[in-house]
């Protein structure tokens, strides 16, 4: 503990405080730090948070409460006691890292895949020790001047065990309400003149094109056609992030001729429908230089944040045929 205590008898004058320093100085950084962090993070999760407030919105205020306002305010009343050199600072720290580490455990509980919980636990359960052990905490906070509530004890575990249970809820319904749940299937007794539906997405077929089934990798998938192109469409969920369409899908919805063909990228962008701020899309548009012709090849993934679904848009036509893409994207209805 030399960092934390080499600086013992550093004092500005006879009537302050000593100086914070070392280890404990950047243990307050960190907190400081993390406080921030827990304010940002709806923003670094926010399809996981879709997920679950289109089906229970009121579990998931409830969640932001218990994971951000409530430990906000503790490291909020840890730092003011820290100010006025209260001899509660210690344990209102203490109460932070212990929810900080039962928060860990809620993260697993929201997405057991994710290894994230296990770098947070293993670097606050050190930053508990070290505040027990610590010569510079106990220098300035002497045991003898320490005092705590009961009150406070028993506020800071029941919180932080209503946390853990209402992720484990968030965890149930990412697991089991919304990607098992029937209401978000398409009856296809519902299906008007002229719509198609795999089950989770319908459409409404675009004047001038023809709708089959295709199979591919044993998956059902829509397709739209031409003389002059065709559209492949697979739905799904996404679950924690964007839904990916793994390699050997595109690599079968592409062909053979597309194998040793170069492309070029054309556009990469981000946008939203119009009319359903709900929906919103990535596009990739690329040129393969396939022969005699070149080939355009649109890949498009819609996501629709009511339902957690998405819907995989996969489009080829000739340079210089047009493109149906936006007519298919405006076809594609979720519910």
Known sequence: MYWDDKYADDYQSADEYPKIHGAFKVLLWFVAASVVFNLL???????????????????????LFF????????????????????GDTPYLLRAYIIYMML??????????????????????????????RSRQVKRLFPEAKRQ??????????????????????????????????????????TLGEDEYSDGLIRLKKPAGLECGTHYINGEEIITL?????VYYLKS???????????????AALAGPEFTMATRELMSDSDFGLEGDPKIDAHRK????????????????????????????VYGKYEQGTGSHTTEILDAVRFQ
Request: charged letters at 20%; glycine letters at 4%; proline letters at 4%.
């Open 285 to 312: 548009c690329y040129i393969y230089y396939t022969k005699p012709y070149p080939t355009m090849v649109d890949i498009v993934i819609l996501r629709d944040w009511r339902t957690a679904k998405y819907c995989l």
């Open 103 to 132: 928060g860990a455990i809620a993260l697993y509980q929201m997405d057991v895949q994710n290894r994230e919980w296990l770098f947070r636990l293993g670097f606050w359960m050190p930053c508990y020790l070290y505040l027990g």
């Open 67 to 86: 994971g951000i306002v409530v430990p906000t305010v503790i490291a909020a009343m840890a730092f003011q006691s820290l100010r006025d050199r209260r």
């Open 41 to 63: 993070s709806p923003l670094l999760i926010k399809e996981r948070v879709a997920v679950v407030w289109s089906h229970s919105p009121l579990l998931v205020l409830l969640l």
């Open 225 to 229: 056609f031409n003389d002059d192109c």
């Open 236 to 250: 799904g969920f996404w679950e924690s992030e964007v839904a990916t369409v793994n390699d050997s899908l595109l």
């Open 148 to 189: 705590v509530s009961a009150q406070l004890v028993v506020t800071v575990l029941a919180l932080s065990f209503m946390y853990v249970f209402f992720a484990l809820r968030v965890g149930n319904y990412m697991q089991y309400n919304v990607f098992e749940d029937d209401t978000l299937l398409i009856d296809e007794k």
